[in-house]
């Protein structure tokens, strides 16, 4: 089992900037990525960012140019960077991690993100 740690969310004018944070620990080394899924009101929950093992990236296109993902693999722990925050960015953040048997969420409260127009 691996367990996971949020942080970073919060209210913010458009236009702004937040970064959130994922600890993992337990089982880490079951992980093959990290990533960051955006449950929106009203919408399916989307996979907006992630980053493998091997450090490679990528993102979804709604994101792409304003998201970074990064990690620290000595804390085990994966940021996200967001700029240029758009309220279509609003809802709840949810690190998962990416195994052999797909991606969970391990039960993650979740962070939320609120982008005020």
């Known amino acids: 089992q691996v367990q996971l740690v949020e942080s970073g969310g919060g209210l913010v004018q458009a236009g702004g900037s937040l970064r959130l944070s994922c600890a993992a620990s337990?089982?880490?080394?079951?992980?093959?990525?990290m990533g960051w899924y955006r449950q929106a009101p009203g919408k399916q929950r989307e996979l907006v960012a992630e980053?493998?093992?091997?450090?490679?990236?990528s993102y979804a296109d709604s994101v792409k140019g304003r998201f970074t993902i990064s990690r620290d693999t000595a804390k085990n722990t994966v940021y996200l960077q967001m700029n240029s925050l758009k309220p279509e960015d609003t809802g709840v953040y949810y690190c998962n991690v990416l195994t052999v048997t797909g991606w969970h969420d391990y039960g993650g409260q979740g962070t939320q993100v609120t982008v005020s127009s």
């Open positions: 337990g089982r880490i080394f079951s992980i093959n990525a």
């Open positions: 980053i493998t093992s091997g450090g490679s990236t």
